[in-house]
């Protein structure tokens, strides 16, 4: 199940792996799930604020959150890199979902035609352990590198 953490953990390890900045490919991994506010907005209210945040969790909405977030750097392309990487990487997972509502809108603001490739239950939690086993490994394997190449030889 592609949740905040199986994001999270895939952003690190693409960022560790690629040498990209860890910290905006996190963001960047994060951004297609900005559709969680409306459910600050429907708490005790009676608005469709799902509607207004659905767009976010496409393609075109996730490039232009990304997009305002790199306006706020002094390079705007080193920083919607990784930005772009990450929000890729999101879709990328969330692609592989049996998504019971029908699957993304990959192709909005063109088409709200549905993809998915329907091959992990959203209760499945294997995709996370995969992902957390692999993130421990390249930590691992990253922080011998670092004290052999500290370590001074005689």
């Known amino acids: 199940m592609p949740d905040w953490l199986t994001h999270t953990l895939t952003g ?8 990209q900045d860890i910290s905006l ?3 960047g991994a994060l951004i297609p799930d900005t559709t969680k506010l409306h459910l600050l907005f429907n708490q005790g209210y009676n ?3 799902l509607d207004l945040f659905l767009p976010l969790h496409t393609p075109f909405g ?9 306006l706020f750097f002094q390079d705007i392309t080193n920083a919607m890199i990784p930005l772009t990487i990450g929000l ?17 809108p990959l ?14 239950r959203s209760d499945d939690y294997t995709m996370t352990l995969v992902a957390l086993l692999a ?6 394997f990253n922080f011998l590198y670092k004290k052999r190449k500290s370590t001074p030889t005689t």
């Not at 690190?12 to 040498?19: A, E, P, Q, S, V």
């Not at 192709?107 to 992990?120: A, K, T």
């Open 107 to 120: 192709l909005f603001p063109l088409s709200w035609e549905e993809w998915q490739y329907g091959l992990i």
């Open 25 to 27: 490919l996190l963001i």
């Open 47 to 49: 608005t469709q604020a």
């Open 12 to 19: 690190w390890i693409i960022g560790k792996t690629t040498k």
């Open 135 to 140: 993130a421990i490994i390249i930590y691992s």
């Open 62 to 70: 996730a490039l232009l959150i990304a997009l305002i977030i790199s």
């Open 88 to 104: 890729t990487s999101h879709f990328i997972l969330d692609f592989f979902l049996i998504n019971v509502s029908g699957g993304m």
